[in-house]
């Protein structure tokens, strides 16, 4: 395969996923198709990039820094408190945990931006589950405090405390682990390509059959149990709260029905801008429409 050069503006380091197409076993994978490639540039042409080099590795080191601060913040909090907590802390606990292992990829992640991947396939593995787990227990915890907060208001369920507890933490122990079950594939799959001029990137190739066959149910699994499962049982359950509190006239029952709103809120301005990139990404692979490099390069 000859030398391969592409836009730098049309990936990024820290997350990309890539396409490899096998000639046959025994060949090299060629990433060509995959990116709107630029005679012009090259991999080394990160390097010139402003963004890349000064303004990413600023933003992961400075959301490091204060997430890992905040989320410590809280976990000291709630630990403290542990004999105390309420169901919802507990699922909060467990939130938090799963921040924590993500802030902890964060300094691999400006290194990455400076210098591309440099950690060998094992981390690439690792490290790429980790951020999975991380997406995929946030969202199913959220949902589970949604569920928690339903059963507690609309049918007023208050079992006996240490019985409530232990269930508490055995649905986050089986949260856990089909979030770890979820990123199989990228434990399996994910691994390290370098191009000509010696630079690195961690990605998730399509090998064959089997390998797009995986590639496109990551992708399913990734938009449906990520987000569209979490974001229905939030919906439901907070609107049958709030129907149910919404002719009351006791403050905290009020704050209870504007904390619900919030919570659903934030959940879809973060998380939906991403997942229609990547829905629109998924498409493109999928040749569902044509591929616009100008709109990719935008």
């Known amino acids: 395969m000859g030398p391969v050069s592409y836009s730098s503006e049309t990936y990024d380091l820290s997350q990309v996923e ?52 905040g989320n410590a913040l809280v976990l000291v909090i709630l630990e403290r408190f542990k004999r105390s907590r309420t169901t919802t802390e507990n699922f909060l606990f467990h939130l938090t945990l799963a921040n924590l292992a993500l802030l902890l990829t964060f300094p691999f ?16 593995k690792i490290l790429s589950a980790v951020h999975k787990i991380n997406f995929y227990c946030s969202s199913m915890l959220l949902g589970c405090i949604a569920v928690d907060r339903y059963l507690a208001i609309v049918y007023a369920i208050h079992t006996y405390r240490k019985r409530r507890a232990r269930s508490i933490h055995l649905t986050c122990t089986a949260v856990w682990l089909c979030s770890l079950l979820l990123t199989l594939p990228d434990l399996i799959f994910m691994e390290v390509w370098t191009d000509d001029s010696n630079r690195s990137i961690c990605y998730f190739p399509e090998v064959g059959i089997d390998g797009n066959n995986a590639w496109l149910a990551t992708r399913f699994l990734y938009h449906t149990v990520g987000f569209f499962v979490p974001l229905l049982v939030m919906c439901y359950c907070y609107t049958a709260i709030v129907r149910a509190l919404c002719q009351s006239q006791r403050l905290q029952r009020q704050k209870a029905v504007r904390v619900a709103i919030l919570v659903t809120g934030v959940f879809l301005l973060c998380w939906s801008p991403y997942h229609i990139v990547i829905f629109l990404n998924t498409l493109t692979k999928l040749e569902a429409f044509t591929k616009n490099c100008l709109l990719e390069d935008q």
């Open 109 to 124: 992640s400006v290194v990455e931006s400076l210098a591309g991947w440099v950690f060998g396939k094992f981390l690439c």
């Open 18 to 69: 890539l396409s490899g197409y096998y000639e046959d076993e025994n060949t090299t994978p060629s990433l060509e198709g995959y990116f709107c490639f630029n005679p012009a540039s090259s991999v080394v042409g990160n390097q010139r990039d402003p963004f890349r080099k000064v303004f990413m590795p600023l933003i992961y080191l400075l959301m490091f820094v204060l997430g890992t601060v």
